[in-house]
């Protein structure tokens, strides 16, 4: 595959994402056995961690999205987010699994995992594809995570800049240069 010039260097290649989440897969098919799990997407970054998660899971799931917005402007908190999209159903005595591309400050999670608490799932837990606890602010646990990250931007696997780059197959290293 051609690498597009907005791409500065690989950080994780297809092969070992694909190999991250299968034992993520049997992780989560292990303590999940016999439940009913439902694994929540947060749009639009997730769907590609999500699918490839849902395969590499062999207990009965039920997948689920939720779309978000962040506000913007001075009187917006940090870490307020609005759901522009709801579930299509209810989570009450569900185990639910948050899929998350990239947990950062942790701030939109922190809001998303509280939001669905206050619906009576039986569990709640995090998945992340991405860690990044170095930018941490809100204290939240990580059930599952595919991968420690430091400070560098990155795209692919569902992460963009600007909308574009979800689509790379492989995680990458943003070139900042490209864009100025
Ligand atoms: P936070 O955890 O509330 O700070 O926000 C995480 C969100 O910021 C993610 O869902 C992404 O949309 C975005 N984000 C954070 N770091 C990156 C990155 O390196 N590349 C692309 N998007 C990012
Ligand atoms: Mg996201």
């Given at each position: 595959?051609?690498?597009?010039?907005?791409?500065?260097?690989?950080?994780?290649?297809?092969?070992?994402?694909?190999?991250?989440?299968?034992?993520?897969?049997?992780?989560?098919?292990?303590?999940?056995?016999?439940?009913?799990?439902?694994?929540?997407?947060?749009?639009?970054?997730?769907?590609?961690?999500?699918?490839?998660?849902?395969?590499?899971?062999?207990?009965?799931?039920?997948?689920?999205?939720?779309?978000?917005?962040?506000?913007?402007?001075?009187?917006?908190?940090?870490?307020?987010?609005?759901?522009?999209?709801d579930l299509d159903e209810g989570i009450e005595g569900q185990d639910v699994l948050l899929v998350e591309d990239i947990v950062d400050t942790g701030l939109t999670v922190r809001y998303l995992l509280q939001?669905?608490?206050?619906?009576?799932?039986?569990?709640?837990?995090?998945?992340?594809?991405?860690?990044?606890?170095?930018?941490?602010?809100?204290?939240?646990?990580?059930?599952?995570?595919?991968?420690?990250?430091?400070?560098?931007?990155?795209?692919?696997?569902?992460?963009?800049?600007?909308?574009?780059?979800?689509?790379?197959?492989?995680?990458?290293?943003?070139?900042?240069?490209?864009?100025?």
């Open positions: 595959m051609t690498v597009p010039p907005g791409v500065e260097r690989v950080l994780f290649s297809e092969e070992q994402i694909r190999t991250r989440i299968r034992e993520l897969g049997v992780e989560i098919s292990a303590a999940y056995a016999g439940r009913d799990l439902k694994l929540i997407g947060v749009l639009k970054g997730s769907v590609f961690f999500l699918t490839a998660l849902a395969q590499a899971i062999d207990i009965p799931v039920k997948i689920d999205f939720l779309g978000i917005s962040s506000y913007s402007g001075k009187t917006a908190s940090p870490g307020v987010v609005r759901i522009a999209k939001t669905l608490a206050g619906r009576g799932p039986n569990t709640i837990g995090l998945c992340t594809l991405l860690d990044r606890t170095s930018r941490r602010i809100a204290q939240i646990d990580v059930a599952y995570r595919g991968f420690e990250i430091g400070d560098p931007f990155l795209i692919g696997c569902g992460l963009d800049f600007r909308q574009h780059y979800r689509n790379l197959p492989y995680l990458a290293v943003m070139n900042p240069g490209h864009f100025d």
